[in-house]
């Protein structure tokens, strides 16, 4: 398309196979646009779109992705605020009419997998380094390992005894994200062969000790067993008023994310291409029904949507 709309809080640049969504700078702009800057969503990235009536004289034209598509969103687990949606591009309402058509242009690109979930990330995460501040340490990521260094001033007994820590990419299996506007606030690591992140009930199931995951060796993290309480979690930080806000503990959680699961794809891809051999169809459903697996761990689907959909591909068989 080419075109460009622009919003109270960002622009949207209509391209041939996607939209790019420049977010500004302003004084009212949430800082987590001002910090992710610009994003370009691939248009199979895209779920559906639709345009809502806003407040205060304004509309809504609103992107909303596939599940699995975007680092961010899973990272943040449905925690967002509307307004601090990056995918909402909010429009005064005489401008309404414009937003339906490209509204309509968009949903004509949509392709026929639209509502199913992403196999793959397919939205650039924020990118390493980064890091920021939390209540009781400074969290660094460099694209290979995660760092954590105490703060006397808040560090737990538990934490200070530990050490500072140390995580590859390579040990882990995902991150979990508590927005630091919740009272528990947190940003945890989840080792390999202690479960996965996912959804907001997901992760604090896992805070809980959720089951073990039995495709990977545990790394020496893993050795013993998880605190109930981040405060107490060597492999977490955690938040209070002004440490680890969300336009920097969000995209950090993203970048892990995004990390942790190339790193986790590469070998299931190179057995997949191994095991189709001279076994098309086979093959095939086997690594969806392996993906659609990978998703559920991560609580990207339910156990009844998980279920259904896997009998569903073994009937292909």
Same mark, same amino acid.
């Given at each position: 398309?080419?075109d460009?709309?622009?919003?109270i809080h960002?622009t949207?640049?209509f391209d041939?196979?996607?939209?790019?969504?420049?977010?500004e700078?302003g004084?009212?702009?949430?800082k987590?646009?001002q910090?992710l800057?610009e994003?370009r969503i691939?248009?199979a990235?895209? @779920?559906?779109?639709?345009?809502?009536?806003?407040k205060?004289?304004?509309?809504v034209?609103?992107?909303?992705?596939?599940p699995?598509a975007?680092?961010?969103?899973?990272?943040?687990a449905?925690?967002?605020?509307d307004?601090c949606?990056?995918y909402?591009?909010?429009?005064p309402?005489e401008?309404e009419?414009?937003?339906?058509y490209?509204?309509?242009?968009?949903?004509?690109?949509?392709?026929?997998?639209?509502?199913?979930?992403a196999?793959?990330?397919?939205v650039?995460?924020?990118?390493a380094?980064?890091?920021f501040k939390?209540?009781d340490?400074?969290? @660094?990521f460099?694209?290979?390992r995660?760092?954590f260094?105490?703060?006397?001033t808040?560090? @737990?007994?538990a934490?200070?005894k530990?050490g500072d820590?140390?995580?590859p990419?390579?040990?882990l299996s995902?991150?979990?994200?508590?927005?630091?506007?919740?009272?528990d606030?947190?940003?945890?690591?989840v080792p390999?062969?202690?479960?996965?992140a996912?959804s907001l009930?997901?992760?604090a199931?896992a805070a809980e000790?959720?089951?073990?995951?039995?495709?990977?060796?545990?790394?020496?993290?893993a050795?013993?067993?998880?605190?109930?309480q981040?405060?107490?979690?060597p492999a977490?930080?955690?938040?209070?008023l002004g440490?680890g806000?969300?336009h920097?503990?969000l995209p950090?959680a993203?970048?892990?994310l995004? @990390?942790?699961?190339r790193?986790q794809?590469a070998?299931?891809t190179?057995?997949?291409v191994?095991?189709?051999?001279?076994r098309?169809?086979?093959?095939?459903?086997?690594?969806r029904?392996?993906?659609l697996?990978e998703?559920?761990?991560?609580?990207?689907?339910?156990?009844d949507?998980f279920?259904a959909?896997?009998?569903q591909?073994l009937?292909?068989?």
């Amino acid at each position: 398309m080419g075109d460009v709309l622009a919003g109270i809080h960002a622009t949207w640049e209509f391209d041939t196979d996607c939209v790019l969504i420049r977010f500004e700078r302003g004084i009212r702009t949430p800082k987590l646009f001002q910090s992710l800057r610009e994003r370009r969503i691939p248009h199979a990235a895209l @779920s559906s779109v639709t345009l809502n009536p806003g407040k205060r004289g304004t509309v809504v034209l609103h992107a909303v992705p596939r599940p699995g598509a975007d680092p961010l969103l899973e990272a943040a687990a449905g925690q967002l605020k509307d307004g601090c949606d990056p995918y909402r591009l909010v429009l005064p309402a005489e401008r309404e009419t414009l937003a339906e058509y490209y509204a309509d242009e968009l949903r004509a690109l949509l392709g026929a997998d639209a509502r199913e979930p992403a196999e793959r990330f397919m939205v650039a995460a924020p990118e390493a380094p980064m890091q920021f501040k939390a209540y009781d340490g400074r969290a @660094s990521f460099d694209g290979d390992r995660i760092s954590f260094r105490w703060f006397w001033t808040g560090a @737990s007994t538990a934490k200070w005894k530990a050490g500072d820590q140390t995580f590859p990419v390579t040990e882990l299996s995902g991150v979990e994200w508590r927005s630091p506007e919740a009272l528990d606030g947190y940003l945890r690591l989840v080792p390999r062969g202690t479960g996965s992140a996912g959804s907001l009930a997901g992760a604090a199931a896992a805070a809980e000790g959720g089951a073990p995951r039995t495709d990977a060796a545990p790394s020496p993290q893993a050795m013993t067993p998880r605190p109930t309480q981040a405060d107490q979690d060597p492999a977490a930080v955690i938040f209070g008023l002004g440490y680890g806000p969300v336009h920097e503990s969000l995209p950090f959680a993203a970048a892990v994310l995004e @990390s942790v699961r190339r790193n986790q794809s590469a070998p299931v891809t190179a057995m997949a291409v191994l095991a189709g051999a001279g076994r098309r169809d086979p093959a095939d459903i086997a690594e969806r029904i392996r993906h659609l697996g990978e998703l559920h761990r991560a609580g990207l689907v339910t156990d009844d949507e998980f279920s259904a959909k896997k009998a569903q591909l073994l009937a292909e068989l």
